[in-house]
């Protein structure tokens, strides 16, 4: 092997290390973690058919993922969670009642992450994949929080 070729593979090497080592750092949240683990564990939440998660933890913020946007009709979502809402009007008492019941599972879920000494806020996120995945295309909006 030449100079040239060794140098090479030797910067390409470190350049590769590098991104790596990046790529590592940025994935490793074990406070997101610790924080997720809490919502995993509630019975009341394990059984609702969405799952809230931390997405992000920063200065004392948690952020959470929600289905919830207004950007995004109600009865697109909840005729997901719960089929027999596809054909019913966004009036129907049944939908107006799974609305309620994503709230009261949104709150729950802020309430037990606010109740953790850690964290003095929590913002909410759009969760687009989620949504993306089950067909939902949500316009793309600004996060809440870009301005900090």
């Known amino acids: 092997m030449d100079r040239f070729t060794r140098i090479y593979s030797i910067a390409i090497g470190v350049l590769a290390l590098v991104a790596v080592a990046f790529w590592i750092k940025s994935m490793w949240q074990p406070d997101v973690w610790e ?5 995993e564990t509630d019975q009341k939440l394990a059984s609702y058919p969405y799952r809230f998660r931390v997405v992000a933890f920063d200065q004392g913020v948690a952020t959470l993922s929600t289905p919830r946007s207004f950007d995004v009709p109600a009865y697109r979502f909840l005729a997901i969670l719960d089929p027999s809402l596809g054909n019913k009007a966004d009036n129907d008492p049944a939908v107006l009642a799974a609305q309620q019941d994503l709230i009261d599972h949104q709150q729950r879920a802020q ?4 109740a953790l000494p850690e964290v003095q806020a929590v913002d909410w996120e759009l969760d687009t994949q989620w949504l993306s995945s089950r067909g939902i295309m949500p316009a793309a909006t600004p996060s809440p ?3 900090r």
């Open 145 to 147: 929080r870009a301005d």
């Open 35 to 39: 924080l997720d683990a809490v919502l």
């Open 111 to 114: 309430g037990l992450i606010l």
